[in-house]
């Protein structure tokens, strides 16, 4: 399968814990996005990476949440001292920036619950 | 800053019916638009996307789409729909260079 692949696909963790999730987007893709969705609503935008350059964050995103993607290829997003409040779906897409055309594949995400 | 609104947000259809769902979006530039429908349980999927030329476009699955510019709109259509296609529905908008908005969503329910 050459999908765009999360992982964990579920984290259960207790408030106050640190989390993190990877994302390994298709290989010739080299945009990433991260997206929280949580239920009932549209997958909101929280960051995304062009090879390993961030361009964007969104102001949803607040200090406790870091990305990176060191090397252009796989990313990651952490998230410190965690509040239920975090408790949501995490979506990876990637797609790849050519021609202005921004089709973005998603990943099964990471599901995460906060107790 | 791009924005998303979709009009409805349970739509409930016998299967047959015909399917309407409504986007309208506000940007006043170029944009690409999408549709994403997520089955219950999967991840969200492609169905179709509009980013120029003929403003009627055909998705997977028998759905279209028209990109109406003037109205700032891009509903989804399907004449027939069947039980499979139970499942929550997303509008997206994007502008070149920029992050993707999607819609709140609009779960449909097809009765057998």
């Known amino acids: 399968d050459t999908g765009v692949s999360q992982d964990p696909r579920h984290k259960i963790t207790k408030r106050g814990q640190n989390v993190t999730f990877r994302c390994d987007p298709i290989s010739e893709h080299n945009r990433l996005y991260w997206y929280r969705q949580t239920l009932g609503q549209g997958p909101e935008f929280l960051t995304y990476?062009?090879?390993?350059?961030?361009?964007?964050k969104s102001r949803l995103l607040s200090d406790r949440f870091s990305a990176e993607r060191p090397k252009g290829s796989f990313s990651t997003l952490e998230i410190q001292r965690t509040e239920q409040g975090d408790s949501a779906m995490y979506l990876c897409?990637?797609?790849?920036?050519?021609?202005?055309?921004?089709?973005?594949?998603f990943g099964p995400g990471t599901r995460l619950t906060v107790t | 800053a791009q924005s998303v609104s979709q009009h409805n947000h349970h739509v409930i259809l016998s299967e047959a019916a015909s399917l309407e769902l409504g986007c309208n979006y506000s940007?006043?530039?170029?944009?690409?638009l999408f549709w994403y429908v997520q089955y219950p349980g999967q991840h969200l999927q492609l169905l179709l996307k509009y980013f120029s030329g003929d403003p009627l476009v055909k998705g997977i699955k028998g759905f279209e789409a028209e990109f109406i510019k003037s109205k700032f709109s891009f509903n989804l259509r399907k004449p027939s729909v069947q039980w499979s296609d139970t499942a929550e529905y997303f509008c997206a908008v994007n502008a070149p260079n920029n992050d993707m908005r999607f819609g709140a969503g609009t779960r449909l329910t097809v009765k057998p």
């Open positions: 897409a990637s797609s790849h920036a050519l021609n202005g055309l921004y089709e973005q594949y």
């Open positions: 990476f062009q090879n390993e350059a961030q361009l964007e």
């Open positions: 940007y006043g530039g170029t944009v690409n």
